[in-house]
Structure formats: C-alpha cells, structure tokens
C-alpha cells in the first residue's frame, strides 16, 4: 500500500471514532477519564474540554493539575520541540524548535513572537534561525526580524519552471541573512516603514560535472561569494492576533520594495517587490473550520540578482512555501505562488486535526522571458494540539508535486 493511501486511511479512521466519540454519554467519557489512550478522543471532565501534548504528559507521569484553556489565555507561553524529522531537503535531521508568545497587552490587539530552529541534517546542513514579531505595548509599532546562518550543500536543478530532477547541480555554500525592518502604524490595522535587508553567501562550490541543468549556476556566473545588500520599504495589514495559528476572518497583508545598492556592499544594483497575501474564512460559516488563502508573489524588476538571491521555491521568511517540492526545486527570475487549505478538526477536544491542501506556480527563468507553465503540489496532513494556551499545532504534512517530487513536511505552528 502506497504512503498517502495510508495516511488517507488514517485520517478517515479518526473521523469514524470521532464520530462514534460524538455518540458516547457523559459517564462513558468519564470511565476513561484515565486511559492515556483516549486522551485523543474525550473531552476532559469540568468546563476545560480542550486537550493538548502536555495534558497527555500530566497524565502519563500522574501529576494531578489542573490546567483550564481559558484561566491563562493572556500570558506568555514558550513552546520546546526537540525533534528527529525527514525532509526531502535534509534527509534525517535533528531539530530543536521553540516558539515564544508573548503576554498580550491590555491595549495592543496583536500578539508579539519569537520562533527559533536549530537544525543539524543527515546531509551535513546547518540551519540557525530567528524570526521575530515584535509589537510595541501601544500597538504603534511593529519591529521584525529574520537572522539565519545556513551551511547547506544541496541539489540546485537550474532555472524555470522547466527543470528535471535528474539533471542537477550538487551546489555548497554558506549563508548569512540579515533581514530587519520597522514600521509605524498609520491607520487600523495598518503599518508602513522601511528596513535593511542583508543576503551574503561565500565558499559557493559545484561539485557536479555530468547530468546537469539544461541552464543553471554556471550558464548564469559562477561566483565564489556574493552580497546582496539593500533599503527595504514595507507596507503592512494585519489583522491577525495570534501568528502562530490565525483565526478565521482574519488577514495579513504585506507589500515590500527591495533596493539593493552597491554602495552599501552589494556586488550590484537590483530591484524587486515581494507580495505576501493570506486570508482565513470560517467554513462552513458557523464552524470552527477554516479555510485558507496564502500568495507569495516574488518578482525582480530590474538589475540582476547573485544567482542563489534570485526567487525560488521555499524562499518565504519561514521556509514554507511549495509543499510537495524540495527546497529550492524551482528557480527564475520571477516566482508566483498560490494555495488555499482546509483546517478541519477530527477530535471533538481539538488534540488532533487535520488539513488538505494544494498549491501552484509558476517563474519565469531568466529576465524579459515570459512566465512557463504552471506547476502544481498536492497533500494532506495531520495537527496535533502541542500547547492549548498559545494555541500552537505541531504540523505534519505529506505533500505530492510533479515529476515525481514528494516528500514529508514538518512545522511547530501553522504553515501559513
């Protein structure tokens, strides 16, 4: 039997015990009450009926204390995750994951966080990243950052939307990303300011000398290093009080220019804009279900980026986009991206949901070139409850693209 069969029978199988659950009286969820093994799929006995990992570990070790969804949903909540996971990407890797949400404030509707990853992978890749939301308590201001420092050989398959997974690049650099920016808020909801953008890789090395891209690394300049520095312009609509799992009727909205100059350091002189749009819909409109939208649109309008800054698959701030594709598959000079979701729960106390998901796009490899073709990824996956209080899913994904490209995602917190 093939993976995503199985994984469908899985999920079909908790939604008929979910079901059966529905029917079961108040005394039968009661006499399970200390069954680990129902921890999924009963409500707890009180007012809390919400369950997560940690609910599951108090009961596991017998520790006796209470812990009510509602009592403490305004404090901070760090969420740990060590963890073995495969990719596409990396192979075996291990990853410790945390995710920080800040005690909301009385005056300010957004709630500011830190997400972190320290990844070591079966393929000798290093991964260090910190991505930061900040919120000032009045709501006026909103300070972001992304820091990351990559050591990551990879499989590079040239440009387009055209490219074969047998034909590649066996490509190793490091890489360091300085991304910071500060916006004011100048109506509801809504923020402008600029930012500083920094992309430097050296030590860029191409060990391939047969199979290898139609046009790739080497038809388009080889570089040992490159840096690409620049003035960064954002304007930003977000409704969303909690980024870590956005709630229906909710949107984010990001509009961003990136001028890179080189008299700030950068080996030359391009632009471009990048269009970051989601939206959340309660569907059916009465239900805790939600459907989601997300595009991720990255497009150089002038000059020539370093080869590994042009757009590519996976290149959003959280590494998330293009399920069902490795990171990286596809490369061009202009990048669109869109998916929708669907987030239904499957246990009646919220431990375990699922999602179905499918995603398209579509780049144009080289400048002046029109855009080629449209390509598609499918997929479904699992979410498990990890911390109630931050509301904060540990996401895993199966996820099917073209050309025989699949693979198993892993995320602390929605994917978008």
Known sequence: MKLPQLVLIVIFSLFFTNYINAQTTDSLVYKHKKNIFTLAFYKQPGKDSMVDFIDGAYRILKINKPRSQGETANKAYLTLFPSVEYSIATGVSAAIKTSYLFAKEPTNQNRSTI???????????????LVTNIWSKNGQYNFNSNWSYLKFPQKDFGLGSNSRLNLFDQLDYSYLKLHQSLLKKIGPNLFFGPGVNIDYHWGITDTTSMSKPVYGFNQYGVTKNSNSTGFLLNLLYDTRVNNVSPVANSSYLNLAYRNNV????????????????????PFPKDSKNILAFWTYDQITTSGKPPYLDLPSTTNDPYNNFGRGYVQGRFRGDKLLFAESEYRFGITENGFIGGVVFANVQSLSALKGQAIQGVLTGYGLGLRVKFNKHSNTNLALDYGIGQGGSKGFFMNLGEVF
């Open 115 to 129: 997400y972190s990853v320290l990844k070591y992978t079966q393929k000798k890749q290093v991964v260090a990243q």
């Open 262 to 281: 080189s008299f700030l350091g950068s080996d030359q002189n391009w632009q471009s804009i990048i269009v970051d749009y989601r939206k959340y819909l």
